[in-house]
């Protein structure tokens, strides 16, 4: 038998050593475009300073979280043993025709849900008057707790008679058409929800967030510091929850990086020119970015991608939501699988299923890396809001309870916004994090049920600052 010699190693196909150099080219392109380099971030969060210039309770409450893509119904039970507290939800997907629909349909399809729970989970028994939180997750006018009026509408809503007007009473009046025996108490922001139910169980939280089909923070601010409440004449130091509603930040387009992607998105949402931030961060939209680039790759005749197939599906705006990017980083990051680029037949399958196309070997390669660098600019510019909270109130270790799809699903979300904290703050090699960013699963529903348990229990007190109809309160 003739000696072969020893084996070669194996070919490796993967970290995009065979990919042809025109799709080469726009990598390098792409990763100019959405990349934030660590001077850019603390440019970010300066210019973030600027513009920024507890009780025990007990009872079973309902809440209601109006989000971007789901609607969440909740019983709350919060019972002696303090920070703890019992759950019973239901969701509801929030139908897309609603969103550009009109008002009476919204508010009627709401209370249609709060029905279904109370009929499903009170079955035959005789409810009281409940009150109800009310998570209002769009920017709003507060000039009372139970009374909201509607600046504008984001995440993609744009619903005719909303703007303008206190969202209370139009919720309300649908809730009577069906002799429900529920009373809105408190009307809040989903950011401002996670903030107190996070520090309802962990006395470090000074931050609550949210990363899903948009984004904001909340905080904890004195009045003395609050321009704005000035004429109240509230004492100095007493606490006052600030939402931010930072998804608007730069909408003047000074600091942030905008790719001409973003410019596309901004320039097609049902509002250009606002919630700039949000754009390019939250899970409504990093799915559309993605699509932009691969249409514009496929219509550059200098480049090859998707030769010859029918991207149809691919042409259709907002075919692609933050999970279809989250799917490809997690079917290509795995234990056993240490170079991303290696094994990509999951993401293939996923091109097919999803928009009938069949990738080739480097053009899946180029898709995971744009997945990736979207992803990452995402993380990384989240981290700014915090690191801006942070230096403007002078913390330095404390905890941020956050939520949302984004912060929770997308894969290394959490760890490449902590790499950005670091950049930022410039905390010491080898030191741990002195932010700590954790999951606050549920906060938005429970924050709802705490504050509409505090609402109830000061007016029970005869403290009723800050509430407008004080007679409709479900007094315990």
């Known amino acids: 038998m003739v000696g072969l010699g020893p084996r070669k190693p194996p070919s490796r196909k993967g970290s995009m050593a065979d990919i042809p150099k025109d799709l080469l080219e726009q990598i390098k392109e792409l990763e100019r475009l959405f990349t934030v380099d660590q001077a850019k971030l603390k440019e970010i969060t300066e210019r973030f300073v600027k513009e920024l210039e507890k009780g025990h309770e007990t009872g079973t409450y309902l809440a209601l979280d109006m989000g971007g893509t789901n609607l969440r119904v909740c019983e709350i039970t919060l019972p002696e043993e303090k920070g703890e507290f019992d759950i019973t939800q239901s969701k509801y997907r929030m139908p897309e025709e609603l969103k550009t629909g009109k008002s009476d349909e919204l508010w009627e399809y709401i209370a249609d849900c709060l029905q279904q729970f109370l009929d499903y989970h009170h079955e035959g028994e005789k409810v009281d008057d409940m009150p109800l939180g009310f998570t209002f997750s769009y920017p709003a006018t507060q000039d009372y707790v139970d009374h909201g009026v509607l600046q504008?509408?984001?995440?993609?809503?744009?619903?005719?008679?909303?703007?303008?007007?206190d969202v209370v009473p139009l919720f309300e009046d649908a809730l009577a058409k069906r002799g429900l025996p529920i009373k809105v108490t408190a009307l809040i922001n989903d950011t401002t929800g996670t903030l107190i139910a996070s520090g309802y169980t962990d006395d470090q939280i000074k931050v609550g967030c949210i990363f899903g089909t948009g984004c904001n923070a909340a905080y904890i601010e004195t009045c003395g510091s609050i321009p704005k409440l000035a004429h109240y004449n509230l004492p100095a130091d007493m606490p006052m929850a600030i939402n931010c509603e930072y998804g608007a930040f730069d909408s003047e387009h000074v600091v942030l990086p905008r790719t001409p992607y973003d410019v596309i998105v901004d320039r097609d949402?049902?509002?250009?020119?606002?919630?700039?931030?949000?754009?390019?961060?939250?899970?409504?939209?990093?799915?559309?970015?993605?699509?932009?680039?691969?249409?514009?790759?496929?219509?550059?005749?200098?480049?090859d991608i998707f030769e010859g197939q029918d991207i149809g599906k691919l042409r259709k705006p907002y075919s692609l939501d933050s999970s279809f990017l989250s799917a490809i980083e997690e079917q290509t990051d795995t234990p056993h699988n240490r170079d991303p680029y290696e094994n990509l037949s999951e993401t293939a399958d996923l091109f097919t299923t999803k928009l009938g196309l069949r990738p080739t070997k480097p053009e899946l390669e180029l898709s995971r890396r744009l997945a990736e660098l979207i992803g990452t600019r995402a993380a990384r510019l989240s981290a700014c809001g915090i690191a801006a909270i942070a230096k403007k109130k002078g913390y330095e270790n404390f905890h941020v309870g956050a939520d949302g799809s984004v912060f929770n699903r997308y894969p290394h979300f959490k760890a490449r916004g902590a790499q950005a904290l670091r950049e930022i703050l410039d905390w010491p090699e080898g030191e741990a994090d002195r932010i700590d960013v954790r999951a606050a699963e549920d906060g938005s529903g429970v924050g709802a049920a705490v504050i509409a348990a505090l609402t109830t229990r000061r007016v029970a007190q005869g403290n009723v600052v800050g509430v407008r109809h004080v007679r409709k309160m479900v007094v315990r």
């Open 152 to 165: 504008r509408w984001t995440k993609g809503f744009d619903i005719d008679g909303v703007e303008g007007h």
């Open 269 to 303: 949402s049902p509002r250009p020119d606002q919630q700039a931030f949000e754009k390019m961060i939250a899970g409504l939209y990093l799915g559309e970015l993605f699509r932009l680039v691969l249409v514009e790759l496929h219509d550059n005749k200098n480049v």
